[in-house]
């Protein structure tokens, strides 16, 4: 019997999945094929890679995205206690999830759903960090139409 090569990879074991070519690849138009904005950065939060997805939530080209932080999107709407208790988070659980109001590049401001998850580097460090963008205003309208519906 086959095993799936996602059974045997775990966070503290990032190279059992990047062994298998096959598993890389399928990972890879994972991303691509998201309906959810990805992106991936290194330890100092410079972004290394996005998927279509991103773009198109957030306005910018792929390759305006790399090498930026994703600050870029910040709106204002936040003040420091919300982004001190996100790192805490990050440092404590190596997650953090929640609803974000970001700035697209054309300046309009959208709310998103996002969850950011800490990647461990060999040595058990940050080594990268993985942030899942979907778009909540759908739930809003969503909402919206549940009222006039009752």
């Avoid at 890879?28 to 959810?36: E, I, L, N, V």
Wanted: with cysteine.
């Amino acid at each position: 019997m086959s095993r799936s090569p996602f059974q045997e990879a775990s966070a503290t074991d990032p190279p059992a999945l990047a062994e298998d070519a096959g598993a890389s690849h399928l990972l890879a138009r994972a991303m691509q094929s998201s309906p959810d904005g990805l992106l991936i950065t290194d330890a100092g939060q410079r972004i290394i890679a996005t998927n279509p997805a991103m773009c198109g939530i957030c306005g910018y080209a792929h390759t305006e995205l790399l090498g930026q932080t994703p600050r870029l999107f910040r709106s204002g709407h936040h003040d420091a206690g919300f982004y001190a208790q996100l790192w805490q988070s990050l440092r404590d659980t190596g997650h953090w999830r929640g609803e974000v109001l970001n700035r697209r590049k054309d300046g309009a401001i959208h709310p998103q759903l996002v969850g950011i998850t800490a990647i461990p580097d060999a040595q058990g460090g940050i080594g990268h960090y993985l942030a899942q963008y979907m778009d909540s205003g759908f739930l809003g309208r969503y909402q919206a139409q549940i009222g006039r519906a009752h």
